[in-house]
């Protein structure tokens, strides 16, 4: 059966306070840890590529990796309608950076059976960084198509929008592909009181690295190829320029077009 995987992620709650380790990696044992806000919109274009081309007869996994507390991203993606869930569970992946992460999700997917998208939101909330879906792209020698509001299936070729400062762009690609999605993208849906109670019973497969064939050394803070050695706290956000005078209109117009806004 062909398949869409959602990959998904544990962050801490927006509204948690937020600390650093002495490693500079966060502290996740002193906050509320939720699904990533952007995986809903991604899993939402998930499921609405399957309900929308039912002759496809794709089904939506979703996908994570991390400690034990990611399970509850999976298990929400499944309250919202996602058929199947995986979660790469091991101590070992702890501290990797985004190319051990890409490399774990990468070596999970290639254990799934006629993955058709990997369908991901376009920057954690946490990480931030928007390369995973482009890194595992590479991984797996398929197309990306990245920040992308609005996505479709023309035959066998995925098409989406993207916007940037520069305008309106339509993108598409052959299956399979590697698929980012904003927050712009259609409004997620809310799980329903059958779905909440379907995600609580539903097993959900774990994997270790040796059952997606990812050798330890590969992973982890100690091997990754990038290091955090510092870290400030963000400065006071400064006053805005005023803009006065005859020429004001002038001087606006011109920093429009160098920030590219008109």
Request: net charge negative; glycine share 8%; proline share 5%.
């Given at each position: ?5 959602a990959?998904?992620?544990n ?23 939720v ?14 590529l399957r309900?929308e081309?039912p002759?496809?007869?794709?089904k939506v ?12 991203s ?14 790469v569970l ?13 490399w774990?999700i990468?070596?999970?997917?290639a254990q ?6 990997v369908?991901?939101?376009?920057s ?5 960084t ?8 590479e991984?797996?020698?398929?197309p990306?198509?990245?920040y ?13 929008t ?8 339509e ?20 799980p ?25 050394g590969q ?15 963000r400065?006071q956000?400064?006053a805005?320029?005023?803009?006065r005078?005859?020429?004001a ?9 160098k920030?590219?806004l008109?």
């Amino acid at each position: 059966m062909p398949t869409i995987v959602a990959l998904v992620k544990n962050v801490p709650d927006t509204w948690s306070e937020k600390t650093l380790e002495e490693d500079f990696t966060l502290d996740r044992d002193n906050v509320d840890e939720v699904l990533d806000e952007v995986n809903e919109f991604s899993v939402e274009q998930a499921l609405r590529l399957r309900d929308e081309n039912p002759d496809k007869g794709f089904k939506v996994v979703a996908l994570t990796g991390g400690p034990q507390p990611a399970t509850e991203s999976v298990r929400r993606a499944i309250a919202m309608g996602a058929d199947d869930a995986v979660h790469v569970l091991d101590d070992r992946i702890a501290g990797s950076d985004v190319l051990g992460t890409a490399w774990v999700i990468a070596s999970a997917l290639a254990q799934m059976d006629d993955v058709q998208m990997v369908i991901a939101g376009s920057s954690s909330s946490d990480g931030a960084t928007g390369a995973l879906p482009g890194i595992i792209a590479e991984y797996r020698q398929h197309p990306a198509l990245t920040y992308l509001n609005k996505v479709r299936l023309e035959a066998d070729r995925i098409v989406g929008t993207r916007e940037d400062a520069r305008g309106v762009w339509e993108l598409s690609a052959p299956l399979p592909a590697v698929v980012s999605i904003t927050d712009k993208a259609d409004k997620p849906r809310f799980p329903n009181f059958k779905g909440i109670l379907a995600a609580k019973k539903h097993e959900v497969t774990t994997w270790s690295l040796e059952d997606i064939g990812v050798d330890p050394g590969q992973v982890g803070m100690d091997n990754a190829a990038t290091a955090v050695t510092g870290a400030n706290e963000r400065a006071q956000r400064a006053a805005g320029e005023l803009i006065r005078g005859a020429d004001a209109p002038a001087r606006l117009a011109e920093y429009l077009a160098k920030e590219n806004l008109l």
